[in-house]
């Protein structure tokens, strides 16, 4: 399942990358991708439901960046 979620706050480029690297580790991702210009998150997952892995990349976006929100 493909679905892009919105960032909101997120402020750099670097941070942007290190989100995308922490949430890329997350069991049932199989691709994600952050883009600073946009300011979304393209996620991909073999499951149908994302709420498990959505809950975990905000407190990723959270950690890295505190300010960053993750909008569904």
């Not at 480029?13 to 995308?20: D, L, N, T, Y």
């Not at 994302?50 to 959270?62: D, G, L, R, S, W």
């Amino acid at each position: 399942m493909k679905k892009v979620y919105r960032l909101e706050n997120l402020d750099c480029a670097h941070c942007a990358a290190k989100m995308e690297t922490a949430i890329a580790k997350l069991e049932g991702v199989t691709k994600v991708q952050i883009s600073f210009l946009t300011q979304k998150l393209t996620l991909e997952t073999d499951c149908d439901d994302q709420t498990a892995i959505v809950a975990e990349a905000k407190k990723i976006c959270k950690k890295v960046e505190p300010d960053c929100c993750l909008l569904g």
